[in-house]
C-alpha cells in the first residue's frame, strides 16, 4: 500500500501550479515638485528655482515628501542645506544640490528657511515629455525605455525605425557663445524633418531650458548636419552646455575650532581618498567641511563628527566617509580631538562642453 501512494504523491507533485495572476510592478517617472519657499512665516520668492532632475522608479515606491532647511546669505545663495528627518527617501539625492544652485533676492540675509519638495509618480505614457526629455540627459536609474522614447517622439514620427538614419555630418554650437549657469546644465532638445537628400528641414526646438540663445544656436546647429538619403520625420536631437562650477563659500580656518593639544602632528600612513559626493559633481559644486576624529594607537580613524559644513550637510557626510578611509602612523597614545577640513573642488571651467546624447533608443 505504501509503493502505490508513494508513486501517486510523487506524480502528483509534477502536476504544474496553476498561475496566480499578479499586478507586475511597472518602470514609472518621478518627479519632484517643490512648494513656496518659507523664511520663517514670510513667504520668500525665488529668483531661480533650479529643477529637481525626474528619475525612473520601479512600482508606486515610497512618496513621501521631502523638507529641507537652510539660510539665505546677503548674496541671495541657499546655504547650510540640511533634510529634515532622518529617514532616507529614494531618489532624493538630487533634491539639495537643485537647491543649492537657486538664488534668491539680495538683501538682508535670512535665517529659518524651508522648503517642501513633493514627489509624484506617472507611467511613462502619461509622463510630460520634457520631463522624459530631461531624463534622457542624465539617466541615473539605467536608459530610458523604449516607451519614454516613443512618448517624446511626435505622433507622425518614423525616425525610430531602423535602420535609423546615420548622421553623415553632425554640427554643433559655439558653446563659447552660450552663457552656462552655475550648477545647472543648460539643454535643448531640437526636432527636425529629412529630406530625401538627408537634408534637416523644418527645424524646431521641443524641449529645454528655455535658453533663447542656446535653442537658436541648437537649431542652427541641426540645421546644419547631414545625414544618410532618405526622408524621415520627427527626428530629434539634444544639444547642451554642461554646468559652471559654483564656488564654495569660504571656509573658517581650522583655528577657529579651538586647540587640538591631545592630536600631535602626525603623517598619514594611508591617505585619505577624496570622493565627492555624485549629485553635487554632476552639478559641479564645491563645498568643504571640518572633521573632527580620534585616532586609535595603531592608526586607526573613529569617533568621527562634522563640525562645520557647506553649502550643505552632504558635504559633511562625505568628508566623514573621507577622513575614515585614511590611516595614521601608529604612536604609542594615540590622539583625540583632532580637526581636518576637506575641500572638495571641482577642476577650473575649460570652457564649455560640447556634449551631446543619441537620438534615441538603442538598436533592438
Request: net charge positive; charged share 20%.
Amino acid at each position: 500500500m505504501s509503493i502505490p501512494s508513494l508513486a501517486l504523491l510523487l506524480a502528483a507533485s509534477n502536476v504544474p501550479l496553476p498561475i496566480q495572476a499578479t499586478d507586475l510592478p511597472t518602470q514609472q517617472l518621478a518627479r519632484w515638485t517643490p512648494g513656496p519657499v518659507r523664511c520663517g512665516d514670510i513667504v520668500v520668492d525665488a529668483v531661480h528655482l533650479s529643477a529637481v532632475p525626474p528619475a525612473l522608479r520601479w512600482g508606486a515606491g515610497d512618496v513621501r515628501p521631502v523638507t529641507l532647511r537652510f539660510r539665505i546669505d546677503a548674496s541671495g545663495r541657499p546655504l547650510s542645506i540640511r533634510t529634515d528627518g532622518a529617514s532616507y527617501v529614494p531618489n532624493s539625492e538630487e533634491i539639495a544640490p537643485a537647491l543649492a544652485a537657486s538664488t534668491f533676492t539680495p538683501g538682508t540675509p535670512r535665517t529659518d528657511c524651508r522648503v517642501d519638495y513633493q514627489q509624484q509618480m506617472l507611467p511613462l505614457a502619461k509622463a510630460d515629455p520634457a520631463d522624459l526629455m530631461a531624463y534622457s540627459l542624465v539617466p541615473t536609474n539605467g536608459p530610458l525605455p523604449r516607451e519614454g522614447w516613443e512618448r517624446i517622439s511626435p505622433a507622425d514620427s518614423d525616425c525610430l525605425r531602423q535602420p535609423r538614419p546615420a548622421a553623415l555630418l553632425r554640427a554643433y554650437p559655439d558653446f563659447r557663445k552660450v552663457a552656462g549657469r552655475p550648477g545647472e546644465r543648460q539643454w535643448s532638445m531640437t526636432s527636425y524633418d529629412l529630406d530625401k537628400k538627408g537634408r534637416p528641414v523644418a527645424v524646431r526646438t521641443i524641449g529645454g531650458t528655455a535658453d533663447p540663445t542656446l535653442d537658436t544656436a541648437a537649431r542652427k546647429a541641426a540645421a546644419g548636419s547631414r545625414f544618410v538619403e532618405g526622408k524621415r520625420q520627427g527626428c530629434f536631437y539634444p544639444y547642451w552646455r554642461d554646468a559652471l562650477r559654483l564656488a564654495a563659500p569660504p571656509a573658517p580656518d581650522e583655528a577657529q575650532f579651538g586647540a587640538t593639544p591631545l592630536c600631535p602632528a602626525a603623517g598619514w600612513a594611508q591617505p585619505p581618498r577624496l570622493t565627492y559626493p555624485p549629485a553635487w559633481n554632476r552639478r559641479r559644486i564645491e563645498g568643504w567641511a571640518v572633521v573632527q576624529f580620534d585616532v586609535a594607537p595603531w592608526g586607526e580613524i573613529g569617533n568621527t563628527r562634522v563640525l562645520a559644513s557647506e553649502p550643505a550637510e552632504a558635504f559633511g557626510q562625505q568628508a566623514m566617509q573621507v577622513v575614515r578611509s585614511a590611516r595614521r602612523s601608529a604612536s604609542p597614545t594615540g590622539a583625540s580631538g583632532c580637526i581636518e577640513r576637506v575641500r572638495f573642488a571641482i577642476r577650473p571651467d575649460d570652457g564649455a562642453a560640447v556634449e551631446h546624447a543619441e537620438e534615441g533608443p538603442p538598436p533592438q
